[in-house]
């Protein structure tokens, strides 16, 4: 079993930064890719970013130019630098942890999950 705590989410303007973190515990963090998803009110749950434990990663191209993926694997922790925010951007984010090196962008390939982080942004 794995448990993702995430933190860092708030209310900010647009052009404002956040930098979203999640805690895991649990079994080996090495063994699993991470990944960012976001679902916003109304709408399906859609991918953000993921990176493996060797720092490969692969973001979505709504993001791809304003957030970054990181992973501290000393920590046990990921994060997710989100710069210029846009309106579009207001959902709730979740950490999301699979087993294994690859990594996915599908929700269902992905084995546990945080209890998400609230980020509105403003215009």
């Known amino acids: 079993q794995v448990q993702l705590v995430e933190s860092g989410g708030g209310l900010v303007q647009t052009g404002d930064s956040l930098r979203l973190s999640c805690a895991a515990s649990g079994r080996t963090f090495r063994n699993f890719a991470m990944g960012w998803f976001r679902q916003a009110p109304g709408k399906e749950r859609e991918f953000v970013a993921a990176i493996s434990y060797y720092g490969n990663t692969i973001s979505a191209d709504s993001v791809k130019d304003r957030f970054t993926i990181s992973r501290d694997n000393a920590k046990n922790t990921v994060y997710l630098q989100m710069n210029s925010l846009k309106p579009e951007d207001t959902a709730i984010y979740y950490c999301?942890?699979?087993?294994?090196?690859?990594?996915?962008?599908?929700?269902?390939?992905?084995?546990?999950w945080g209890q998400g982080t609230q980020v509105t942004v403003t215009s």
């Open positions: 999301a942890a699979r087993q294994g090196i690859a990594i996915a962008t599908m929700p269902g390939s992905h084995d546990y």
